[in-house]
């Protein structure tokens, strides 16, 4: 079994930070890579970024790119995502995910609330 825990959430106001924090354990033999997805009330869920063990390439929503960072630490199966210029429309559940052996794997979600 595999376990993603996210943390970090909370409630920010508009142009505020927040830092995510994703961390896998369990029966994990390889990553292939990790990343964050969200979904805010009445809508799909959608890619935030994702990041590839292999060589360390990142990938990012149009919405998010140039004001969210995705990291991760290697030796920990953790996965970070500094997230800068918040503004009320990034108000979703955010989701930690992991693909291993490529099979999908999701954490619980944490709550990000940006006030205006």
């Known amino acids: 079994q595999v376990q993603l825990v996210e943390s970090g959430g909370g409630l920010v106001q508009a142009g505020g930070s927040l830092r995510l924090s994703c961390a896998a354990s369990?029966?994990?033999?390889?990553?292939?890579?990790m990343g964050w997805a969200r979904q805010a009330p009445g809508k799909q869920r959608e890619l935030v970024a994702g990041?590839?063990?292999?060589?360390?390439?990142?990938n990012y929503g149009d919405s998010v790119k140039g004001r969210f960072t995705i990291s991760r630490d290697n030796a920990e199966n953790t996965v970070y995502l500094q997230m800068n210029s918040l503004k009320p429309e990034d108000t979703a559940v955010y989701y930690c995910?992991?693909?291993?052996?490529?099979?999908?794997?999701w954490g619980q979600g944490t709550q990000v609330t940006v006030s205006s």
């Open positions: 369990g029966s994990i033999l390889s990553i292939n890579g």
């Open positions: 995910y992991a693909v291993i052996q490529w099979s999908h794997y």
């Open positions: 990041i590839i063990s292999d060589g360390g390439s990142t």
